[in-house]
């Protein structure tokens, strides 16, 4: 498990938002697996069947975020003092409005995009990864893009 921690705590972050929140559901995730170690029959598939645990654990415990009361008080170690936008300003960094757009998305979006485009999991696997239907990945997946090619289509390139 240790192996994998990096690569699962990324992976929990980009559906968290949070490091603190993604730390959380990485440790509860590997509980999960130690608990569960019996059930996986096919020791070739470790990651897949990690990925699928941390990913379920880190949509529950994104819906259940910290207040943003707390967040103010106490505020994550990388986040630092940021000027506020030029309001005059016309040119917007596409990089920025994407991850801006990303940021808005729901965390059972964020957490099928995530497995299927950035993780590289088909469909099918990512449905059962994540505990739902094949067509609801899809229909997820579509509004997630939906959602994004809006974000960006005031963004110059």
Same mark, same amino acid.
């Given at each position: 498990?240790?192996? +994998? !921690?990096? &690569?699962?705590?990324?992976?929990?972050?980009?559906?968290?938002?949070? $490091?603190?929140?993604?730390? =959380?559901?990485?440790? *509860?995730?590997? #509980?999960?697996?130690?608990?569960? &170690?019996?059930?996986?029959?096919?020791?070739?598939? $470790?990651?897949?069947?990690?990925?699928?645990?941390?990913?379920? #654990?880190?949509?529950?415990?994104?819906?259940?975020?910290?207040?943003?009361?707390?967040?103010?008080? *106490?505020?994550?170690? !990388?986040?630092?003092?940021? %000027?506020?936008?030029? #309001? +005059?300003?016309?040119?917007? =960094?596409?990089?920025?409005?994407?991850?801006?757009?990303? %940021?808005?998305?729901?965390? #059972?979006?964020?957490?099928?995009?995530?497995? +299927?485009? +950035?993780?590289? !999991?088909?469909?099918?696997?990512?449905?059962?990864?994540?505990?739902?239907?094949? %067509?609801?990945?899809?229909?997820?997946?579509?509004?997630? &893009?939906?959602?994004?090619?809006?974000?960006? %289509?005031?963004?110059?390139?």
């Amino acid at each position: 498990m240790a192996a +994998h !921690y990096d &690569r699962l705590l990324g992976l929990a972050r980009l559906i968290c938002r949070d $490091t603190s929140d993604a730390a =959380d559901a990485v440790q *509860n995730g590997l #509980e999960q697996a130690w608990r569960s &170690r019996a059930s996986l029959r096919e020791p070739e598939r $470790t990651r897949q069947w990690l990925d699928r645990i941390v990913a379920r #654990e880190a949509v529950r415990v994104s819906k259940r975020r910290r207040s943003w009361w707390s967040r103010l008080i *106490n505020p994550d170690a !990388y986040v630092g003092w940021i %000027e506020p936008a030029d #309001e +005059h300003a016309t040119v917007v =960094d596409i990089s920025s409005a994407l991850r801006a757009g990303f %940021e808005r998305l729901s965390a #059972e979006q964020r957490a099928v995009v995530v497995l +299927h485009l +950035h993780a590289g !999991y088909s469909v099918v696997e990512t449905a059962a990864m994540v505990g739902v239907p094949e %067509e609801t990945v899809r229909s997820r997946l579509r509004l997630a &893009r939906q959602r994004l090619r809006k974000e960006l %289509e005031g963004v110059e390139r």
